[in-house]
């Protein structure tokens, strides 16, 4: 256990760990728990559904889905009401002094082990408030967004339970002052991404999509439960303030650093499986098979941003381990740079997309890996809006299309459904990174902070130099590809049309926080005094000791004039990429053809993201599931049911002998009497009876 003398993320008076006189806020329960009160009425309302169906097969509809109609604004309701309560914890946070920005619930003793005991607790700071706005928010308007996308679908009370439990599960994980609740949550949107992404079960590779994301996942949990494991080892808690302190006093001491590295890279391995990084970054490209509401959700405000939360929860102990902060910056730069030119030939839109999230959440590990925790939750932040964005525009196409994501078969569709278009061309072009937009802001700290810490994260700038790039050409791809050109289909056959106001409405609220977005944390070059570094001064209470441990009070510092520099290569690269990919693409797929003529190789394999996912079906799915069929045959059935059913059919052929034995005869009877007797005398003879 850390000492009283220890440094610590938050004051001891916040946390209610010395001042008895720090208020406890009840009613911080009330925001995981109104989104796990949605599920469970929504649920109801699927079993009233399926009773009704029941008892009346021959009805319609109209009559026996009326429950399932209420799911949806039940599931709304309870997610609003949550964002309402986190509105007001912000607020109430905001009124605090910096140091004192803490708000704690009552704990539940769970499990008292004597020496060690775990308890349940809502918090609420700086980072969970942020966390909170972006949930909550964005989740509520994904809720809005899938009443007219589900409308017709049977299982719509189904979906919107499990949409609800997923927002509860991920506000559990973000609320939680200890990684035993953090645990939980983790576990339940692995659970409900499951169920989501498998929730058209009946469609053709649905349900194997689902299976994948959770054994995928399964290896990361592992990963974090034996991390887990080395901070109870080392500090017998997994009090996350008291693992922040327990750090500083280790380096003081000098002692347990490759415990501590060991429990660091553990857990960011669990980080890489939630958050999709190498080598685990293979299930979320097949999530695409979920609702599209699921794919927004999962993609930008809820699982995949599990990790990244993770390591800038536990600052301190990344800070501490700063081999492992470069591993992580490898690690990030390779992953963004392989699903960034994946997304380069994809024609599936929300493929594209899919591989665009895994780039951009490498973004996010390498500005943690250069500690720029800030920078990393304002990218996490402006991704939500642009990428919910991206998803939900790009299922109003689907939509209008009537399920077609194919981009080779669209074309023109900006004259058909052009509030689509409007909204769809703001989120690209705040994805590419477009000045003043909200990705130029967040992307260009993230490299500016990277290309401030020198020496080996020089290289690692580079990288994410080139991912820029790469961003900028596959957005406006997408654009020219899906809204302009001529028409790739029979317009008279299919009749594209524009999404209902329930569908359109969260798409312009998004476009304009991906427009806006970046004033939440402009550069510190801005013109305008006391506009920059806003969340950046909001985090500060979380960060500081992460800072403090990583670079001993000598944070790195660029000029001004190298600021100014950075930002202009990177609106450069944004603006001429951007060009490159709009004009290649905005007259048809002439570009598409050429480069599937000329490279067909390396076509294919940017296409199957270099092989990666194939190489793990070839080398380690099919040999294990070889393994298990040879188990099951050889050992289960040859072995073990052999001998089972051996020794049932033994004593049933015995039985069965000793059944004709004991046919009824007098003289039969006599004879084995006789013979058990002189058996019996043998052995009392051989015993030494005589």
């Known amino acids: 256990m850390p000492s009283s003398g220890a440094i610590s993320p938050y004051p001891s008076t916040a946390w209610g760990r010395e001042n008895d006189g720090v208020a406890v806020v009840n009613w911080l329960w009330w925001i995981p728990a109104l989104p796990l009160l949605g599920s469970v009425i929504a649920a109801c309302l699927h079993a009233w559904t399926l009773a009704a169906r029941k008892r009346a097969p021959e009805a319609s509809a109209n009559d026996t889905d009326r429950a399932a109609r209420l799911a949806w604004p039940v599931a709304s309701l309870a997610v609003g009401l949550a964002f309402v309560l986190s509105v007001v914890a912000w607020s109430a946070l905001s009124d605090l002094p910096p140091e004192a920005r803490v708000l704690e619930s009552s ?24 966390m909170l706005l972006v949930i909550c928010g964005v989740g509520a308007l994904i809720h809005i967004y899938a009443g007219g996308y589900m409308a017709d679908d049977p299982g719509k009370a189904r979906f919107f339970a499990y949409l609800n439990l997923f927002v509860a599960m991920m506000l559990q994980l973000v609320l939680s002052s200890n990684l035993l609740g953090l645990f939980i949550g983790w576990e339940g949107v692995g659970l409900c991404s499951y169920l989501l992404i498998g929730f058209w079960y009946e469609k053709h590779g649905t349900s194997q999509a689902g299976q994948k994301a959770f054994v995928v996942n399964r290896i990361g949990d592992a990963c974090f439960l034996i991390g887990s494991f080395c901070l109870i080892d080392l500090f017998g808690t997994l009090d996350m303030s008291d693992i922040g302190a327990g750090v500083a006093d280790l380096l003081q001491s000098g002692e347990h650093n490759f415990q501590i590295s060991l ?24 999530a695409m098979a979920g609702p599209t509401p699921v794919s927004a959700l999962i993609h930008a405000a809820t699982m995949v941003t599990s990790g990244v939360y993770l390591v800038v929860r536990l600052n301190p102990l990344f800070a501490a381990a700063p081999g492992v902060l470069f591993f992580m910056g490898l690690v990030a730069a390779a992953t963004a740079f392989i699903a960034g030119s994946a997304a380069v030939a994809q024609r599936d839109l929300k493929g594209v997309l899919a591989y665009s999230t895994v780039s951009q959440l490498g973004y996010m590990f390498l500005g943690l890996s250069a500690g720029a925790w800030s920078a990393a939750i304002f990218h996490l932040v402006t991704h939500a809006f642009f990428k919910a964005l991206l998803f939900l525009a790009a299922g109003s196409v689907i939509h209008g299309v009537h399920g077609n994501q194919d981009m080779h078969k669209m074309g023109g569709l900006r004259k058909h459904m052009p509030r689509t278009a409007a909204t769809f061309i703001a989120g690209a072009a705040a994805l590419s990174g477009l000045p003043l937009l909200a990705g130029f802001f967040s992307k260009d700290e993230i490299l500016t902070l990277t290309f401030a810490r020198g020496g080996g994260h020089m290289g690692l700038w580079l990288v994410g130099l080139g991912v820029a790039a790469l961003t900028a050409f596959y957005s406006w791809r997408m654009v020219g590809l899906v809204f302009f050109g001529p028409a790739r289909f029979d317009e008279q056959k299919q009749k594209p049309h524009e999404s209902p106001t329930s569908m359109v409405l969260p798409l312009m609220i998004l476009a304009f ?83 599937q003529n000329q490279r067909p190789l390396l076509q294919g394999t940017l296409r199957d993201a270099w092989g990666i996912d194939g190489a793990y079906t070839r080398w380690i799915v099919q040999p294990i599931k070889l393994l298990a069929f040879c188990v099951s045959v050889m050992v289960d059935k040859l072995l073990i049911d052999a001998a089972v059913n051996g020794a049932a059919r033994g004593a049933r052929a015995l039985g069965e002998r000793a059944k004709r034995m004991g046919d009824g005869s007098v003289a039969q009877t006599g004879l084995w009497m006789g013979a058990a007797a002189v058996l019996l005398a043998l052995v009392w003879m051989a015993g030494g009876g005589l």
């Open 107 to 130: 704990t539940w003793n769970w499990i008292d082990g004597g020496s060690i005991s775990f308890g349940i607790s809502m918090l609420v700071d700086p980072l969970s408030s942020i």
């Open 263 to 286: 429990a660091a890279l553990l857990l960011f391995g669990g980080a890489c499986g939630k958050s999709a990084q190498l080598p685990l970054f293979v299930w979320l490209p097949d």
């Open 513 to 595: 926080l991906a427009v806006v977005g970046g004033a939440l944390n402009l550069p510190a070059v801005w013109p305008f005094e006391g506009s920059a570094g806003v969340l950046h001064h909001w985090l500060a209470p979380v960060t500081r000791l992460g800072d403090e441990i990583l670079f001993h009070g000598l944070a790195p510092h660029l000029t001004s004039r190298t600021e100014y520099i950075l930002l202009a290569i990177g609106a450069g690269l944004a603006l001429i990429y951007s060009h490159k990919g709009f004009h290649a693409y905005k007259h048809g797929l002439e570009r598409d053809e050429q480069f």
